[in-house]
């Protein structure tokens, strides 16, 4: 086992946990837990342990040994069970995997990426904003109210707003 090892461990248990829940890490990782004073052994339970998370195996699951010890801990329980396939057990458990609802939300922007300069300035050129004469009269209020009204026009013109609905 190699550092790097358990930085990319840490590095997918810290991806995968703000994607899912519960997070399952199940495999054959050659490491033996049976070994409490191993390095290798020390350093994965405490990377699970960062994580909230623990072995929940406590009798050997390989004919060599292989114990994954673990704490006294809540359901689901773990069987070991031989199929008699492998020198090596299958771990059955049950748990609820159900999938949340999906979240919807609609947001509403404008293509940018369509928008062509030059058009824009053609048509700002042409509107009431860059004729003196149109505005002059106008108070504050009156000239903010121009304004939005002229660019909001513009822009539904030339890049109009689509509403989008994603998960």
């Known amino acids: 086992m190699t550092s790097a090892f358990f930085t990319e461990l840490s590095d997918v248990v810290d991806r995968v946990s703000t994607f899912n829940d519960p997070i399952l890490v199940v495999g054959d990782v050659n490491i033996h837990l049976d070994r409490p004073d191993d390095s290798a052994s020390r350093q994965f339970t405490d990377t699970l342990a ?30 070991v069970v031989d199929v008699g396939l492998s020198d090596h057990r299958l771990l059955w458990w049950t748990t609820l995997l159900t999938k949340p609802s999906p979240v919807y939300t609609t947001q509403t922007s404008r293509p940018w990426r369509h928008l062509h300069p030059d058009e824009f300035r053609a048509a700002l050129m ?26 909001t026009a513009i822009l539904d013109w030339l890049v109009p707003t689509r509403t989008v609905t994603c998960r």
């Open 50 to 79: 960062a994580h909230g998370l623990a072995c929940r195996v406590t009798v050997a699951m390989h004919d060599q040994c292989g114990l994954l010890d673990g704490d006294d801990l809540p359901l689901p329980p773990v069987e």
């Open 126 to 151: 042409s509107s009431p904003l860059c004729h003196p004469d149109a505005w002059t009269d106008l108070d504050t209020d009156a000239l903010v109210r121009l304004y939005d009204a002229e660019t």
